[in-house]
C-alpha cells in the first residue's frame, strides 16, 4: 500500500501545488494539521489555507514546515520550486572539488575499519567506494552484477550474486526488504520503488522461504550476515553512518555500511 503510494506521489510531484505537495508529506509522516500546526508553531487554520491554495507560502514559511516534516533535501528543492522560489539546496558529485574534505573522510572511516569491510553507497544504494576487506567476500558474484553503477542491494539477493552463499538467506532477504520499504515510505523514490519490485521477484529456494535459524543472541536487535567463504562461514552485523548537519544533496543521501564480526571466529577469518 505504501509502495503505490509513493510510486502516485513520485509519478505526480511534477504538476503538484505547493499546498498537495505539504498535505502529501504530512499524511506521509501521519500528523494531523493540528499536530504540524503545533510543531511549526503557526495556527490550524493558516495551514489549512496552505494546503487548500488559499494563501502562500512564505520561503521562510516552506522551509519551516518540510524541517518539521523531515522532508530529504531533494524532495525540499522541490516544494520550493513548486512555492515559486529557487532551489536552495545544491546537488555535486562527489568527485567535486567542493566536496573534497567530505570525499577525504569517506576514505579515513572505510580504510580505518581495515580489516573488516566497509562500503560507501547513495540513494539509491549505488556503490560509490569500498576498502580492500571488500573485494574478497564478492567472490563468485557474476560479472554482470559487478560492473559500475554496482547496486550493492542487487548483489546482495540476486541469484547469480551474493545469495546462494548467504546461509541465512530468508532472514537476510526480509531485513533487506523492510529497510528497503521504510526508505520508500520516508523518500517516495520512485527509483528505489522500481528496485523493491525487481528484489522482491527474484526467485527464493524453498530453504530460504522461511525466516528461520533466528541466532537468539541477538534478540531481534540486529539480522546478521551470515556469508559462506573459503575459509568457513562469516557471520556479520552492520551498522550506518551518515553525515550529521548534511546541506548538499549528495552528502545528505550517503551513507557508509560498516561490517563488524558477530563472533570470535569471524574476526579471526578477517583479519587472517
Not at 513520485?10 to 505537495?21: D, E, N, P, R
Request: net charge neutral.
Amino acid at each position: 500500500m505504501e509502495t503505490a503510494r509513493a510510486l502516485h506521489y513520485v509519478c505526480a510531484m511534477q504538476t503538484l501545488t505547493i499546498g498537495h505537495h505539504l498535505r502529501e508529506w504530512r499524511q506521509r509522516r501521519r500528523l494531523s494539521q493540528l499536530d504540524l500546526a503545533l510543531e511549526a508553531e503557526i495556527s490550524t487554520k493558516h495551514l489549512s489555507f496552505l494546503e487548500t491554495g488559499r494563501s502562500q507560502p512564505s520561503r521562510e514559511m516552506v522551509l519551516r514546515l518540510v524541517e518539521h516534516l523531515d522532508v530529504p533535501l531533494r524532495e525540499r528543492n522541490v516544494l520550493l520550486v513548486a512555492a515559486g522560489y529557487a532551489p536552495m539546496f545544491p546537488q555535486r558529485p562527489l568527485a567535486d572539488p567542493a566536496l573534497e574534505a567530505a570525499r577525504r573522510a569517506v576514505d579515513l572511516v572505510l580504510k580505518g575499519h581495515e580489516p573488516y569491510p566497509a562500503l560507501a553507497v547513495d540513494r539509491h544504494w549505488t556503490l560509490l567506494a569500498h576498502n580492500a576487506a571488500v573485494p574478497p567476500l564478492l567472490a563468485g558474484a557474476d560479472a554482470a552484477l559487478l560492473a559500475p553503477p554496482v547496486n550493492v542491494l542487487r548483489l546482495s539477493l540476486h541469484p547469480k550474486g551474493l545469495a546462494p552463499r548467504i546461509e541465512n538467506l530468508g532472514e537476510w532477504r526480509a531485513h533487506i526488504l523492510t529497510r528497503l520499504h521504510q526508505q520508500i515510505d520516508a523518500t517516495a523514490d520512485a527509483v528505489l520503488v522500481k528496485l523493491m519490485d525487481e528484489l522482491a521477484a527474484y526467485p527464493v529456494p524453498a530453504a530460504a522461504r522461511h525466516k528461520g535459524n533466528v541466532n537468539p543472541d541477538y534478540a531481534g536487535v540486529v539480522v546478521p550476515l551470515r556469508l559462506r567463504t573459503d575459509a568457513g562461514t562469516l557471520s556479520l552485523f552492520s551498522t550506518t553512518t551518515i553525515f550529521g548537519t548534511p546541506v548538499d544533496i549528495t552528502l545528505s543521501e550517503l551513507a557508509i555500511e560498516s561490517f563488524f564480526p558477530a563472533d570470535a571466529a569471524s574476526a579471526d577469518m578477517l583479519r587472517g
